[in-house]
Every structure is written in structure tokens, then in C-alpha cells.
């Protein structure tokens, strides 16, 4: 995962925020407020935004990487969902739900050739 690609994926929550915050500098416009608090508004809210952007990109960034390496270590590629950690961000937790389903319906696979079949 890197920035561009980040950014590239936020980019509608970011143009709605600027959109949000020109409209509401408009708004302000007809009222006698002093020049700072038209300006502390926007930085503020932009600031806010930008650190919530950052902490979550790092976050996922780090697991994302996390996964990556040891995925690279692996030899038995489908044990990865034994050695993950969950993640305490939603798609990461959809991720290895997702993945853990799969590895149960090869395993589940596998088992009914190995034993089931055996049988017949």
C-alpha cells in the first residue's frame, strides 16, 4: 500500500469535506466575523482530517506490510490465517474472516477426498 494509492481511494471523502468547508466559508461571508475564526474553521477541520487520514494509513500500511512479509516467509502459502494477527481495522477483520472461510472449505476439501472417497 503506498500514499498515492491511499489518497487515490479517499478521494470523494476529500473533495466532499473541501466542498463542505468552502460552502461553509460562503455561508460566513454575509456575517461580521473577524478574519480568524474564518480562518481557524478550515485549518481546523482540514487538520483534524488529515490526522485521522494519516493514523489510519499507517495503521493499515503496517499490517498490510505485516501480512505481506510474512506471507514471503511462508513455504505452506494457505497457513497464513494461523500466524495473522486480527487487524483493528474493519476491512482488515473482513480480510481474515474472508480468508479463514476459504481455508476452512479447502481443508473441508481435501478431508472429502482424503476420507469420504477412501471409503467408497
Same mark, same amino acid.
Request: glycine residues 4%.
Given at each position: 500500500?503506498?500514499? #498515492?494509492?491511499?489518497?487515490?481511494?479517499?478521494?470523494?471523502a476529500?473533495?466532499?469535506?473541501?466542498?463542505?468547508? $468552502?460552502?461553509? *466559508? &460562503?455561508?460566513l &461571508?454575509?456575517?461580521?466575523? %473577524?478574519?480568524?475564526?474564518?480562518?481557524?474553521?478550515? $485549518?481546523?477541520? +482540514? %487538520?483534524?482530517?488529515?490526522? %485521522?487520514?494519516i $493514523?489510519? =494509513?499507517? @495503521?493499515?500500511?503496517?499490517?498490510?506490510?505485516?501480512?505481506?512479509?510474512? +506471507?514471503?516467509?511462508?513455504?505452506? #502459502? =494457505?497457513? &497464513? @490465517?494461523?500466524i495473522? !494477527? @486480527?487487524?483493528?481495522?474493519?476491512? %482488515? #477483520?473482513?480480510? !481474515?474472516? @474472508?480468508? *479463514?472461510?476459504?481455508?476452512?472449505s479447502?481443508?473441508?476439501? $481435501?478431508? =472429502? =477426498? #482424503?476420507?469420504l472417497?477412501?471409503g +467408497?
Amino acid at each position: 500500500m503506498n500514499i #498515492k494509492s491511499f489518497i487515490k481511494d479517499k478521494i470523494l471523502a476529500i473533495a466532499l469535506l473541501l466542498f463542505a468547508i $468552502v460552502t461553509s *466559508q &460562503i455561508f460566513l &461571508i454575509p456575517y461580521q466575523i %473577524g478574519n480568524f475564526i474564518k480562518i481557524y474553521i478550515p $485549518v481546523a477541520i +482540514l %487538520g483534524s482530517y488529515a490526522i %485521522g487520514l494519516i $493514523v489510519e =494509513y499507517l @495503521t493499515k500500511k503496517n499490517y498490510y506490510s505485516s501480512l505481506t512479509n510474512m +506471507l514471503d516467509e511462508l513455504d505452506e #502459502k =494457505y497457513l &497464513i @490465517t494461523e500466524i495473522i !494477527k @486480527t487487524p483493528n481495522f474493519i476491512e %482488515g #477483520k473482513f480480510l !481474515k474472516d @474472508t480468508l *479463514q472461510e476459504i481455508d476452512k472449505s479447502m481443508l473441508e476439501h $481435501v478431508n =472429502y =477426498y #482424503k476420507y469420504l472417497r477412501r471409503g +467408497l
